[in-house]
């Protein structure tokens, strides 16, 4: 059967990248195992783990869409993780791609809010632009449109207009929203921070709406102003925010594709228009002379091929599975912190297992896994998890926005861990010197689901003594699902750096040893 495994995978990435120019993996990774190197000389390592960030993040430079779920940049990631995985000892029956599609049951309710039949769809957007006017001159502006979900409206769709004017939308919602517009089309814009201050005045998060003056406010355009076309939203005044705009799809949940939606909506009724800072501040300043013209194509796809890249190495005992993982997808951006590094940590964890002789003596068996489809609500993580409901997963070691560098405000690293393991992880964090050696501290947060892949095991396997561990920087981050200037700002390479990569790394590597050799 494992046999049949490989062969699958690699008859669909031949499908998948017949027409890719030449391979994409790192040409420097031996094709042999190397001799045993001594612990905490991590160097090799750390120019390994960062050669495969900077892999997946530049797919960008190619793919407009990046490593989006079910996109063709994705499997060009799977692609390289692949082969990397081969380069580093995991035998050919020991890798395999898992499809990830509505082929899965749920008998035990475990997820009971999510429409099964619903993991596999999604909005595909195929092109986008958006154009301001000004002085008889025409400026393309950079930007993320998010797709248009609404039930009463054809899926497949695509929607463009022209010689928009643009009004200021204020939190004063009644002045905005009858503000007189003429008979002309038109565009709202607004600061983002604008909808904070709504949410604060109205006491908005009371009601059970999940971002609820967005969802609010669009619903009352889409009926008391037709003229207007979308809304255009930009961001604070400050270094990051004025030259970044956001890259996110706004999904609610899955059962919205299904119409059994129980919350909120899955995205806005109406255009939103995600543009940087200073592009938006340009706009609202010279409102009256500017004209907008945008459009975007989108496709409603009920059959989105995605998997889940999975490698083994077996243990002393079989019969137990640890999950080390991270996942793979991204938005529209390189997407180097979220989450290429922490593809990079887990490969480079087995690279370092493979290479010290320890791959076969772990207590048990160590899967590999990178999912996908963890931006659009834990796709390949929740398959996976119903798939090996039975099997006998023990802990699961999760690795998202793990290193990165922000100064302003201090992106500290978070672990997510249930209470029982907190002395033991705080433990190794003081020994491997984490907050000493790079000036970040640790917050360790025992609730029982964190924001990541490990969530999914949460509900499936920790009421079977499965511990979930995740570690990351999800807090303060200014650059989290964000991008400008053609990739050059925003969450990339330039916030990645090798020395505290080393510690990281070294404090990842720590944490799945004590785990799968010492418990």
């Not at 201050?197 to 003056?213: H, Q, R, T, V």
């Not at 938006?280 to 907008?292: A, F, L, T, V």
């Not at 243990?315 to 997808?329: L, P, Q, V």
């Not at 690293?413 to 501290?441: A, F």
Request: charged share 25%; net charge positive; proline share 3%.
């Amino acid at each position: 059967m494992e046999r049949y495994k490989r062969i699958f995978s690699i008859a669909v990435l031949i499908i998948l990248f017949f027409s890719s120019s030449g391979s994409s993996f790192d040409k420097s990774l031996p094709k042999k195992e190397l001799n045993c190197i001594a612990d905490n000389n991590y160097s090799n390592y750390v120019n390994f783990i960062f050669n495969i960030t900077e892999n997946l993040s530049n797919i960008i430079k190619q793919n407009p869409k990046g490593r989006e779920w079910g996109t063709t940049g994705e499997y060009k990631a799977a692609k390289i993780l692949l082969e990397n995985m081969s380069r580093i000892g995991f035998q050919d029956n020991n890798i395999y791609l898992e499809l990830v599609n509505d082929n899965i049951s749920d008998n035990n309710k475990i997820f009971k809010n999510l429409s099964l039949k619903s993991i596999d769809d999604k909005y595909d957007v195929h092109d986008w632009k958006f154009v301001a006017h000004f002085n008889n001159t025409s400026r393309p502006i950079e930007c993320y449109i998010t797709p248009k979900a609404d039930l009463y409206y054809p899926r497949n769709y695509t929607y463009y207009s022209k010689n928009l004017k643009v009004l200021s939308f204020s939190d004063n919602i009644i002045k905005s929203l009858f503000k007189n517009s003429g008979n002309s089309d038109f565009l709202y814009i607004a600061n983002r921070k604008i909808f904070e201050k709504i949410n604060e005045k109205f006491n908005l998060n009371k009601f059970y709406l999940d971002n609820n003056s967005k969802y609010i406010i669009m619903y009352l355009i889409k009926f008391i102003k037709p003229k207007c076309k979308g809304i255009i939203l930009y961001d604070d005044n400050n270094e990051v925010n004025n030259a970044t705009h956001l890259m996110v799809a706004n999904f609610g949940d899955w059962n919205y594709f299904s119409n059994q939606s129980k919350k909120s909506p899955a995205t806005f009724p109406i255009p939103v228009i995600s543009i940087c800072g200073a592009d938006g501040r340009w706009i609202e300043k010279n409102s009256d002379k500017i004209y907008i013209e945008f459009s975007l194509n989108q496709t409603f796809n009920k059959n989105v091929k995605s998997y889940n890249v999975i490698g083994n190495f077996t243990g002393k005992n079989n019969n137990e599975t640890i999950i080390i993982c991270a996942h793979y997808d991204s938005f529209w951006g390189p997407c180097s912190a979220d989450n290429a590094i922490g593809c990079g940590i887990v490969m480079g964890i087995a690279k370092y297992f493979n290479e010290n002789f320890i791959k076969n003596k772990t207590r048990c068996k160590i899967e590999f896994i990178f999912f996908t489809g963890e931006e659009y609500f834990f796709r390949g993580s929740v398959f996976h998890c119903l798939k090996h409901i039975n099997e006998n997963i023990t802990c699961v070691i999760c690795f998202d926005m793990c290193e990165f560098e922000q100064k302003n405000p201090p992106a500290h690293l978070e672990v997510w861990i249930p209470s029982q393991i907190k002395p033991e992880i705080k433990s190794i964090v003081e020994k491997t010197k984490y907050e000493e050696r790079t000036g970040y501290n640790v917050t360790y947060k025992t609730q029982k689901f964190g924001p990541s892949d490990t969530d999914p095991f949460c509900y499936s396997h920790s009421s079977k003594g499965c511990k979930t561990i995740l570690i990351g920087k999800d807090e303060n981050f200014s650059g989290h699902h964000r991008v400008g200037y053609n990739y050059t700002t925003g969450d990339n390479m330039n916030l990645i750096d090798k020395k505290h990569l080393e510690v990281m790394f070294e404090l990842a590597l720590n944490i799945t040893k004590e785990f799968t050799l010492n418990h």
